[in-house]
């Protein structure tokens, strides 16, 4: 999803003339894909004055269960309903379903966006 602009194309096929330049709000990027290693962050300036955290690497999350939250360490990742792919290459995105000192659990952050992996037990 690197390029964030309006198609240049109408519905019908015909083409569409663009009224302005590109802006870098509009500024895409390579996705993270947070792989299951040492936690590695990259620090990303956004709109505004915050700045957003990626994971693009990490071995511990956060795992809820019921009313309790505790610290687990990431062993593999089970499955990965995005892509069939993530899976095998051990790829964290939200959905994915990793396995956990804690058991099995679903994954509810988004860790290239948020930097973290918040999860919820399964079993």
């Known amino acids: 999803m690197k390029d964030q602009g309006r198609s240049t194309r109408k519905r019908t096929g015909g083409r569409l003339k663009h009224a302005s330049n590109k802006k870098r709000h509009q500024l895409g990027r390579e996705p993270a894909e947070t792989t299951v290693d040492e936690t590695r962050l990259q620090f990303i300036d956004s709109r505004g004055t915050e700045k957003k955290v990626r994971a693009l690497s990490t071995n511990v999350a956060q795992v809820a269960d019921g009313?309790?939250?505790?610290?687990?360490?990431?062993?593999?990742?089970?499955?990965?309903?995005?892509?069939?792919?993530?899976?095998?290459?051990?790829?964290?995105?939200?959905?994915?379903?990793?396995?956990?000192?804690?058991?099995?659990?679903?994954?509810?952050?988004?860790?290239?966006?948020?930097?973290?992996?918040?999860?919820?037990?399964?079993?």
């Open 67 to 123: 009313g309790e939250v505790s610290e687990a360490d990431i062993e593999t990742v089970v499955d990965n309903p995005s892509n069939v792919n993530y899976a095998r290459r051990n790829i964290v995105t939200k959905g994915a379903v990793i396995d956990t000192s804690a058991g099995r659990a679903r994954v509810t952050s988004r860790p290239g966006q948020t930097g973290q992996v918040n999860a919820v037990l399964i079993d």
